[in-house]
């Protein structure tokens, strides 16, 4: 394997190829003032795992929708929806 060679300036304009050679294995060095500077891959880092909800719906009319809620002087006030019954007549 050939060791890539840059200067600050080169690596300016060729990153992505310094990150494409180092992460293929090829050792990649970075020179300023004088000064060497590796540039070496680590291994990817594990997802993070899907959090568990924090929040349950315990009632089954939260669940469903069928709640509303409303500002009082104490603070919020959670309430039932209630549907608004039709009156229909039938034609004997």
């Known amino acids: 394997m050939r060791v890539k060679k840059y200067t600050v ?3 300016r304009e060729r990153l992505a190829e ?3 050679a180092a992460e293929q294995g090829v050792p990649v060095v970075i020179e300023r003032r004088g000064v060497r500077y590796t540039l070496a891959v680590e291994g990817r880092t594990k997802r993070r795992r899907q959090r568990t909800r924090s929040i349950q719906i315990l009632d089954p009319a939260v669940a469903r929708g ?6 009082t002087p104490g603070g919020v006030e ?3 929806k209630h549907r608004a019954s039709s009156s229909r007549t039938r034609a004997s």
């Open 9 to 11: 300036a080169m690596v």
């Open 18 to 20: 310094a990150l494409d």
């Open 66 to 71: 069928k709640w509303s809620w409303d500002w």
């Open 78 to 80: 959670f309430k039932a």
